[in-house]
């Protein structure tokens, strides 16, 4: 490749320089829980290229003193190669190894090379997977699944405290029979917990890594046991149950886990979506919406508007929504990158990946604080709905037939009239009948 000019005031080498003139694309860094992954792994590797005596003990306590610094944070400014770069992620896997081969060698004061030394045993075919696995797996694991399991929680509560809160059911956007205002919450709840249940039969697949593959899967250069011992060291490190991947030609090949996570990911976006939508209609108002709730008032709405409040919390969920379901797309289509042994949209994948978990989890959560759980019923608008809800006639039909019932509901809309009105007319059922069938409470159960 000839020279390559690197500052002497940085602390990365010819590769990542290189990397920095191909790449300008983006301005887009690898994310914290990414550069930890990648330091983790290296700290393990080191350690365990000493214990098997690939490497001097020096050298390899360099390393991994180096990694740790990595992993924790410390050499961020030089972990600066662009997103969209080569697909394997080699640039980034290089950037990695000439940063923490330069601290290394800073700390040993003896020589550490990148390749040589810090990449002992290993390939960016096998790393940067791993890497992206262990940081999704750690990032669900601490952000996003405690944050959904937050929103679960508040809706739960909303959904027992608005139990006795009647109010007519939708379908279609049209009036449906009577609901309970927190039958309704509870199954925004149990949304989340099935999504819960779906990221976590994601991780199941995430936590196979491609360590030991290295540059085809084949293991050319790698110690029989040094992936098995590397994974050793960072399930203690994480306390993940990673394992070593069943067939190394799958896992560096094809990126089927982050897909599948990625779906779980969406699902979940479609969740939220729906419920934010759903509390920003039953919101709407305060005069001429739906008014059955009062959302949190937390910022003016309109810069001319006086009074104006927004549901903005709704708003800011719906579109953390789109955009995960935006980077599902591209982590799709990136699924679809790998090429015989490798897939080449690795960075693709990891950004979007990555991104999506932080979105919900920090939407999520905000949702639930500063949304769910100030929400309020409107009793009195509720119940008024309710009383005129012409679908109260649907409990007179097994009495009185469909026809009639249906009659009955024509007359209350052309008229203005009620339900209980009309029926007291033409149903031909006495008093004590129609209140016990009209009761909007005994409709909604079986």
Known sequence: MGEMLVPTSVMYGAHTARALENFPVSGFRFPRPFIRAMGLIKLHAARVNGRLKLLPMSIAHAIEEAARELADGKLDEGFVVDVFQTGSGTSSHMNANELIAFRARQLSGGPVHPNDDVNLGQSSNDVFPSALHVATLEQMGRELIPALEALRESLSKKSVAFLEVLKPGRTHLQDATPIRLG??????????????????????????????GTAVGTGLNAHPEFARLVIEGLCEETGLKLREARNHFEAQSARDACVQASGALKTIAVSVMKIANDIRWMGSGPRFGLGELKLPALQPGSSIMPGKVNPVMCEVLMQVGAQVIGNDAAITQGGM???????????LIAHNLLQSITLLAKASLLFARRCVDGLEADIERCQSSVERSLTLCTALAPRIGYELAARISQMAADSGRTIREVADEISGLDSATLDKLLDPRSQTGP
């Open 183 to 212: 039958q309704e919450l509870g199954g925004y709840a149990m949304q989340m917990e099935r999504g819960i249940e779906r990221l976590k039969q994601s991780q199941v697949e995430l936590e196979e890594l491609a360590l030991g």
């Open 337 to 347: 990158g790998g090429n015989f042994e490798l897939n080449t949209m690795m960075p």
